[in-house]
């Protein structure tokens, strides 16, 4: 992997990208010690397409609306202290809630 250090980087960007355009991936360093990796964009899953992939393979179910924003603002509930949070998901699946 090439390397380049962070004053290289803000000096030479549009070079650096495009050889990270033609396959490369660059380790940015700070002092010696790497900080970030340029790499191309394909480098990386697309994780809608393995979204898709689980959803056919029955593995999940994608939901069809979004989730209620209240349940999305509500505070997190808060345990009682000593209370376990294992004891206290397994009492809440008991009692049905």
Known sequence: MNTATITEAKNRL???IDRVRSGESILILDRGVPVARLE?????????????RLERAGVIRVGEAPPPLDLLRAPAPMLAPG????????EERR???
Not at 83 to 90: F, I, K, R, T
Request: cysteine-free; aromatic content about 4%; hydrophobic content about 45%.
């Open 14 to 16: 549009s070079a650096l």
């Open 40 to 52: 191309p964009v394909a480098a990386f899953p697309d994780p809608t397409g393995r979204l898709r």
């Open 83 to 90: 209370a376990s949070s294992v004891q206290a998901l397994l």
């Open 95 to 97: 009692s049905g809630r």
